[in-house]
């Protein structure tokens, strides 16, 4: 058992990695854009391209990563650093709490399906989440304001659970499928050729 639980391990590896380097390289691309544009425009600090350079070091790693803990590891660097990367362009053009479910939600939730491990999509919306709070620190004006941005985020963080859930469950299953029809070949091979013989 804790060998097919290893080769699911390596076959999910095998599946996420491609994805998640080609994602995380188009957002350091969008983040490199979003920063380039808002600095020709409103002429922000260019010491925000920093957090493109820390994406694009953190998309390196992915590359050289070996497991699906490396994957969510570098994958959290990297995504806390194009929050904080739009959060701070939010900030610098005046419009903060605009941007802040957007960035947030559009971050947080199409990754969701790019874990191993539910619990590798939970911390890493939590963690884009707080990033996005420490650097906006948004006032929404009233309370009631804040307790629907605090709902519509516990629902973002369980949505992105769930997907990843369902696709780890179904990638499982396709593993199991594959594996057991690879033992039933093997175990009918000799009686196959014994009857030939």
């Not at 299953?173 to 690879?182: A, C, E, N, R």
Request: charged residues 10%; glycine residues 8%.
């Amino acid at each position: 058992m804790h060998a097919s639980e290893q080769s699911l391990e390596q076959k999910s590896f095998a599946q996420l990695r491609p994805l998640k380097i080609s994602s995380e390289m188009l957002a350091v691309l969008a983040c490199t854009l979003v920063v380039a544009l808002a600095h020709a425009s409103q002429g922000i600090s260019l010491w925000l391209y920093g957090y493109c350079l820390v994406a694009g070091v953190a998309c390196l790693l992915t590359c050289k990563a070996r497991t699906t803990r490396h994957l969510w590891l570098t994958g959290m660097l990297h995504l806390c650093a194009c929050t904080a990367c739009l959060g701070s362009v939010a900030v610098a053009i005046g419009t903060p709490v605009f941007w802040f479910l957007p960035i947030g939600l559009v971050l947080s939730l199409p990754v969701s399906a790019m874990h191993a491990h539910p619990g590798h999509a939970l911390s890493t919306g939590a963690a884009i989440w707080a990033t996005l709070f420490a650097v906006v620190q948004p006032d929404f004006g009233r309370q009631l304001d804040l307790v629907l941005a605090l709902v519509l985020i516990t629902g973002s963080l369980l949505v992105a659970t769930l997907v990843c859930s369902t696709f780890s469950k179904t990638r499982k299953d396709v593993f199991d499928l594959q594996y057991q029809l690879h033992d039933h070949r093997g175990a009918t091979s000799p009686a196959v050729q014994g009857g030939e013989g």
